[in-house]
């Protein structure tokens, strides 16, 4: 259960992808947790973190590469899945915390990943969908990629898109702005 609720957590994933399915001998895992915490009476974003995973059962494609800019180079260097776990646990208190990502994803991808490694889910069950979130609040017709919503939200998208640092920097800009309209009765 999500105790605290003056900080929120935004994480955002990347992990290993093909241009098209899934190799048969390998899976998608992942490569990298961004982190950004959002205090959210202030709006203020801090802790901005990139954990670099090494994946153990698939290798960064060329693809992968393009849509990230992660390389396997990169990735050699990565911590466990494991010890990320630890350092969001630690670091991060994320079992005390509601947490927030850009859609479904990275909740689904963690929990499946947690049981194929038989490691204890580290996150806590209160999770945020901005995006869904987002469609919902401003009566879109349906969910948008975050480019757009950035867009729409008149955001500027900093750093390197689909880097997991800089997307949870930006879904953490997204969110506190859509919290200020809220409060300003927008
Ligand atoms: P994102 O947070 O949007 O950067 O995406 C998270 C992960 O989803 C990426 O690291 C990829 O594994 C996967 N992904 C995102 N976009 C694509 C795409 N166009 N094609 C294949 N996989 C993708
Ligand atoms: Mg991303």
């Known amino acids: 259960m999500a105790g605290k609720l003056d900080r929120i957590i935004v994480i955002d994933l990347e992990a290993t992808c093909w ?8 899976e998608s895992e992942i490569i990298e947790v961004g982190v950004c915490m959002l205090d959210v009476k202030t709006g203020e974003r801090s802790q901005k973190q990139s954990i670099i995973v ?21 990735v050699e260097h990565g911590v466990s899945f494991e010890h990320a776990c630890q350092i969001l ?28 490694k038989g490691i204890k889910y580290p996150l ?7 995006k869904n979130m987002m469609a919902v609040l ?6 948008v ?4 919503a950035m867009a729409i939200m008149d955001l500027p998208l900093e750093g ?13 800009a997204l969110l506190a702005k859509m ?8």
């Open 179 to 186: 919290l200020q309209q809220w409060r300003n009765g927008h």
């Open 160 to 172: 390197i898109h689909h880097r997991g640092h800089d997307d949870a920097w930006n879904i953490a």
């Open 89 to 116: 646990r630690r670091k991060f208190r994320v079992r005390d915390r509601t947490w927030a990502s850009y859609g479904d994803y990275d909740r689904r991808q963690f929990i499946k990943q947690c049981d194929q």
């Open 54 to 74: 090494k994946p153990e059962r698939s290798r960064v494609s060329e693809f992968c590469t393009e849509l990230t800019t992660l390389t396997q180079a990169d």
């Open 145 to 148: 990629g975050l480019v757009q």
């Open 124 to 130: 806590s069950a209160t999770h945020i969908n901005v």
């Open 19 to 26: 241009d098209g399915p899934t190799p048969p001998d390998q």
């Open 138 to 143: 401003y009566g879109l017709h349906s969910e």
